[in-house]
């Protein structure tokens, strides 16, 4: 079989499939839209044409994320997913260019890295708490990489990527850089004012997090002639008729998911105060999630056990003893919660 090497050697994209009463492993929204807004939308989805391709260019959704986004709607490109987005980024650029982004940091950009044969090189964060280490961010920035993943905020650690320390390189000619912003509902924190002066610099964007994970939408906001570029790689109809229908959605009921939004955070802010008062060593985050650590074995089987499913960041992420707990409602942190301390005093 003639499969590249680059390819045999991979480590799929492992996904937890477990079937469990609480899910709290993917940092998905805990919060499914209300019965009358599905039925609305079982009326829309009535009028698609089966037998027709979806808009290519995604016309009416466009015209909405522009406006939310002030920017012009030559600025976006939509991709399935943000999964997507980084796939086409790394076609656009040439086999074996250097591409850096955090480590940890969320393993699609080294997975797709390796399946485009690019160079990788990861710029480490700080062993001691994770924050962006300049030194090491400087050493690879000094090989002037083609493409930089800057999270904000990073999965699985939470932070958001110092703004000054990005500056100083925000112009760097051959670097286009690339703002994953998938948590950044839940920061209040973006860049995507500094597109207008910074021609290298992508804001990458995705409905994932915020409750629409189901039709898999995402967009990159860019310079009009970056944006042109990457177009070129994008298959033309890569958003179905059904998600482009759904995402509208979001925008109909911007109210309802922002509160949902803001209720995330809150239990966000409690769960880490709770953690932290127990002791337990715990990252401080701005995503939908909480990193923490727990040094006895056993924890992510005793939670499947007992029904609730987190992500045991050791696999993937090589961090042993630590784990990713999405927030979910009240009442599953409250039952994860009860579940950590229960093990926590049995010997
Ligand atoms: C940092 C980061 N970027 C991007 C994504 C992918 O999002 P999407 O669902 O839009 O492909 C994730 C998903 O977990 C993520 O953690």
């Not at 799929?12 to 939308?41: C, G, T």
């Not at 790394?90 to 399946?115: H, N, W």
């Not at 006895?296 to 992420?317: A, C, E, H, R, T």
């Amino acid at each position: 079989m003639r499969i590249k090497e680059e390819i045999k050697n991979i480590k799929p994209y492992f996904i937890d499939e477990k079937s469990v009463r609480f899910k709290l492993d993917a940092n998905e929204s805990p919060y499914d839209l209300p019965d009358d807004i599905k039925e609305e939308m079982l009326s829309v989805l009535k009028d698609i044409n089966i037998n027709r391709y979806p808009d290519p260019s995604c016309k009416s959704l466009r015209k909405l994320i522009s406006k939310m986004e002030e920017v012009e709607e030559n600025q976006i490109i939509f991709g399935n997913g943000s999964d997507e987005l980084i796939y086409l980024l790394l076609m656009c650029i040439r086999e074996g260019a250097l591409v850096t982004y955090p480590e940890p940091g969320f393993s699609m950009y080294s997975l797709s890295g390796k399946i485009f044969g690019k160079e990788l090189i990861p710029y480490k964060l700080s062993e001691i708490d994770f924050s962006v280490d300049a030194d090491s961010f400087d050493k690879v920035m000094n090989r002037e990489p083609y493409l930089c993943f800057i999270a904000n905020p990073n999965n699985p650690t939470g932070n958001c990527f110092p703004d000054d320390i990005l500056i100083k390189y925000l112009d760097n000619e051959n670097t286009i850089f690339v703002s994953d912003e998938a948590y950044s509902a839940f920061s209040g924190h973006s860049l995507v004012k500094m597109v207008k002066t910074h021609k290298n610099l992508l804001i990458m964007k995705t409905l994932s997090k915020i409750g629409f994970a189901s039709i898999r939408l995402g967009y990159l906001i860019g310079n009009r002639e970056l944006i042109k570029e990457i177009e070129k790689v994008r298959l033309p109809y890569n958003i179905n008729s059904f998600s482009q229908k759904i995402a509208e959605f979001y925008f109909k009921n911007i109210d309802l998911v922002n509160r949902y939004v803001s209720d995330i955070i809150k239990e966000r802010e409690r769960i880490y105060k709770e953690l932290k008062s127990r002791g337990v060593f715990t990252l401080p985050s701005l995503a939908n999630f909480i990193t923490f650590k727990v040094e006895k074995n056993g924890f992510y089987d005793y939670l499947v056990n007992n029904g609730v499913l987190i992500k045991d960041l050791f696999p993937s992420f090589g961090m042993k003893n630590y784990y990713r707990f999405t927030i979910g409602k009240k009442e599953e942190n409250d039952f994860f919660m009860k579940l950590l301390l229960k093990f926590m005093e049995e010997e």
